[in-house]
């Protein structure tokens, strides 16, 4: 169905190119003087004989090496630039005035004021890079701007390694601005590097074949030139974000190795079982007070079950034992050093990660190549939450139940020595809450969890009383 009308899409837009085409030549043969406007079948035929000659080509890979080695710089240091704007708010300060005068200062006037300093050979790199310089900056930062804190928050939670969060959470955020930023730049780079060897009247170039076409007037010439610019942009904005796709693509996955070797998991000695104690634990946001002068104890290899009216405070306990929030008084103890893993109260996924690689993620252990043995242990765990055959399906494709239970899943398989569960049981219909109930307590029996509820009748069948 999506494949038909993107077929449809495609035979119109190439209607409206020859609908185009067709308009064009009649308007020339109306006018009549080739210089003036010349017609497409000249131009074709001008296009024709350059592409014959060895010449061309060698002009065309002058150019593009040029421009295309300049946008590559200026992506390159336009992101970099951003990630440490991003990290260092002075260096965002003092780059703003340099990215507004470089966004807004006429690409002609930079063309000749380079022009003063340095080579018309060396021209059009300088002012590709000058090009995209900005606009990769200001895409790559506002991405890193709109970044979910929340993911990051699960990270923080799960402990999830520098490479990880890059590889897994950071990066397929940002692809969408940097896709933006490229295709944009992409254009930009062909139309400032062929005006600036224009200006330039750089030897061996586009830009120079241009010139010559004004001066001689050959308008055939000319437009057999800007229709190679147009393609050669149009190409490589293709090749680029193809690129770019299959890599952000490649990154998602996670390799399946079948190498049968069995699972050589070093059990790791469980950490010492330690009670949870509140001393005098307060919280405010602002003025609000929500916790105040709380003392508590949670016993360790127990499950225990925190039930109070909506507002109360209960996530906001749960943040402050995750260590995501800072109380204002009282303190903590029994957390440190010791292993967490939750379902938050969001719903918090890499939304274009498989089922699978949101699962695999939390547990670190040779995440590069992970057995085959670990795709089965996953693939039973979802079974056993009624979870059929959606591990390679992406997050974002699953209904509001189906990503609660990945979330449980995904909780029980990371290595943890406390859970916190905060209302995980939203949004099932009652025989699959019947399962996972039941899947749950299996899996909490013995150990730390900490469980948010607001129904007794869950309580009950999870830990019993
Ligand atoms: N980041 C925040 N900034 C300001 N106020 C907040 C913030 N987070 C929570 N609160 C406030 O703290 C109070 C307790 O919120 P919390 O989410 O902890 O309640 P809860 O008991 O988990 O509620 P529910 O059962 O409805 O989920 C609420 O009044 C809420 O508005």
Known sequence: MMQNKRKKQSKMRWWAVAFWLLAWQILSMQIGQEILIVSPVATGKRLIWLICGIRFWKIILHSTIRIMGGFLLGIFAGSSAAVLAFRYKRIEELCYPMICVMKTTPVA??????????????????????????????NVLE???????KLNEMAEVFELPVWVRLRWIGIPQLMPYIKAGCALGIGLAWKAGTAAEVIGISGGTIGEKLYQAKIYLETADLLAWTTMILVMSYLFEKLFLGMLDMAGERLKRIQISDSGKTDEVKNVPVKEQQDIILTHLSKSYGEHCVIQNLSRTFPRGQTTCIMAPSGAGKTTLLRLLMGLEVPNSGRITGMDGRKKSAVFQEQIFGEDLSVYANIRIVRKRKLFEPEKQEYEKIKTELEAVGLLDCMDQKVKELSFGMRQRVALVRAFYADWDVLFLDEPFRGLDRSTRELVMEYTKRKCSGKQVLFVTHDAEEKKLVIGK
């Open 109 to 138: 006037s930079v063309i000749i004021l380079l022009l003063m300093w340095i080579s018309s050979g060396n021209l059009s790199v300088c002012i590709v890079f000058l090009m995209t310089f900005p606009i990769l900056y200001t």
């Open 143 to 149: 991405g890193l701007q709109h970044l979910n804190p």
